[in-house]
């Protein structure tokens, strides 16, 4: 019975060997770095419609309403796929550095990495699939989506306050975000930039990026404390909804242009995080 014990002990050590060694593969660096890229044009394009919603035109400025414009596009569908393959190899490679990386650091520091590491798995993960969706010719909508499960966590006890807590949450990581840019934080994650024209360029976008993509989910964490509240998924939008009800307070095309471009510096940030970030 031992010696069976032994066995399995060495095959499972064995395995997670197998996988560590998978995991620093540099093919697999190179096409999850596109993950950061791909999610990158997806909030480009999230931007430049949420700037035509501020200058009065129409349309769907959250993910879904971004990969059906780039799948309805003349090479779009390889875009979708190539997508949909780089956020899942971004996904694995968070998925490793949750389960073997930070070895180096102190027990407290390295758990946070790995905890961090494992919930950018799981978004990369999400982005994936939704590029999935597209990718064979589905289709998808995030305001009704985020109605139908507010609708189903509403009819449980403490429902409401768990939906509140969700907002709070998405608020919270909205401030994270804002703070994050203004202190020039998100240097953290990336290796040395080159001094000059680049680092400037970094420096810009990743500041007014991060801003403008927290400004969005504070409204969106809002709009969730609000159907907790009062207790009506109707007002449980995603981010479509939440750019359109920034739309319609005082001011609201201004701020919403605003929004906009920062999330068009955000994506364009992305594109330098495939490149400059740490793996």
Sequence with gaps: MSGEVQKAKR?????????????????????????????????????????????GASGEADQAGALSQLAARPGGTVLV???????????????????????????KKKWGKRAKALGLAIVFAAISALFGIFAFGGSSDSSEASQDASARLLQFPGGALVLFLIGAGIAAAGAFYIYKGIVQKFFDDLKTVPPGGQHIAVSWLGTFGYVGKGAALLVLGVLFAVAA???????????????????????????????????????????????????
């Design 11 to 55: 095959q499972a050590r064995k395995a997670r060997d197998t996988a560590e060694e998978a995991s620093e593969s540099k093919s697999l660096e190179v096409v999850a770095r596109f993950g950061w890229a791909a999610n990158g044009l997806l909030h480009v394009l999230i931007g430049l419609i949420a700037l035509r919603l501020g200058l």
């Design 81 to 107: 796929w190539a997508g949909m393959i780089a956020c899942a190899a971004l996904a694995l490679w968070q998925l490793s550095d949750a389960a073997f990386g930070y070895r180096q650091y102190e027990d």
């Design 229 to 279: 509240f009062h207790q009506d998924p109707e007002e449980a939008k995603g981010l479509d909804g939440a750019l359109k009800a920034l739309k319609e307070q005082p001011f609201g095309d201004a701020a919403l242009i605003l929004v906009a471009l920062g999330l068009i510096c955000y994506g364009l940030y992305l594109g330098a995080r495939a490149r400059y970030a740490k793996m």
